[in-house]
């Protein structure tokens, strides 16, 4: 199984990025997906997370109302549309897979992806 993520680059403040990650090995139709990042020297922390359904997503107060997760299971991708990125979202950002079944959001990965790196500028 493979979690490969992509998307990320060098923006100014105020700029967009769309991330996405395409899983490989296995289907994950039935599971929730999510986002987390983490910039040097802090933990890795949540940062979006959509149900299996797409019927919910959650997000941290930090990203609320900038960034939106969506999810193409026909394509076993999800992704996250960054907008008015601000210097503070600049971290690693990693993609992942609940491990339980028909859950509603990512509460203990099974998976993770690689990692791309967002790095916004002033």
């Known amino acids: 199984v493979q979690l490969q993520a992509s998307g990320g680059g060098l923006v100014q403040a105020g700029d967009s990025l769309r991330l996405s990650c395409a899983a490989s090995g296995r289907t994950f139709s039935n599971y929730a997906m999510g986002w987390f990042r983490q910039a040097p020297g802090k933990l890795r922390e949540y940062v979006a997370s959509i149900s299996w359904d797409s019927s919910t997503t959650y997000y941290p107060d930090s990203v609320k109302g900038r960034f939106t997760i969506s999810r193409d299971s026909a394509k076993n991708t999800v992704y996250l549309q960054m907008n008015s990125l601000k210097p503070e979202d600049t971290a690693m950002y990693y993609c992942?897979?609940?491990?339980?079944?028909?859950?509603?959001?990512?509460?203990?990965?099974?998976?993770w992806g690689q990692g791309t790196q967002v790095t916004v500028s002033s």
């Open positions: 992942a897979v609940d491990g339980a079944a028909y859950s509603d959001s990512v509460q203990i990965p099974d998976y």
